[in-house]
């Protein structure tokens, strides 16, 4: 299930693993968003709006953490993200950005609660 993202809204997505050109994960402390490239509808990919340097996730080595601001998920449809740092490489990341009403439909909105009636219970003959 590819994830989605609520249109129009700023969030951060970890990507990765971001690795060298030797297959050793990237481990600089921050790649500068112009590392990050962004794909909107199938549209032609540019640097992200959000000039928000990604940062290394300390538990994971190879992995950032990519800012998107109101206006990088501003258009329906997949938006992909592309790490292209040089020397490295990273796979791509797909999300679906989806209106607001069907994202708190799906994800927001609280879990259902269900009750269950039970039957009577039922006693064990002893041995």
């Keep these: 299930m590819k994830d989605?993202?609520?249109q129009s809204t700023a969030v951060t997505k970890t990507i990765g693993p971001?690795?060298?050109?030797?297959?050793?994960?990237?481990?600089?402390?921050?790649?500068a968003s112009t590392n990050f490239w962004i794909g909107k509808?199938?549209?032609?990919?540019?640097n992200p709006h959000d000039t928000t340097a990604a940062t290394l996730?300390?538990?994971l080595s190879g992995y950032y953490h990519v800012s998107l601001d109101a206006t990088d998920t501003a258009t329906l449809?997949?938006?992909i993200i592309a790490a292209r740092p040089t020397?490295?490489?990273?796979?791509?990341?797909?999300?679906g950005v989806v209106p607001?009403?069907?994202?708190?439909?799906?994800i927001s909105a609280p879990t259902p609660t269900f009750e269950v009636e039970c039957p009577a219970?039922?006693?064990?003959?002893?041995?």
Excluded: H, Q, W
Aim: charged share 20%.
């Design 57 to 59: 996730d300390s538990g």
């Design 121 to 127: 219970a039922i006693e064990r003959p002893s041995c």
């Design 100 to 106: 607001a009403a069907v994202y708190n439909e799906f």
């Design 77 to 79: 449809g997949e938006l």
């Design 87 to 95: 020397g490295g490489y990273c796979p791509n990341r797909s999300f």
């Design 18 to 31: 971001v690795m060298t050109i030797n297959g050793d994960p990237f481990t600089d402390a921050t790649l």
């Design 41 to 46: 509808a199938d549209g032609t990919l540019a």
């Design 4 to 6: 989605i993202l609520k």
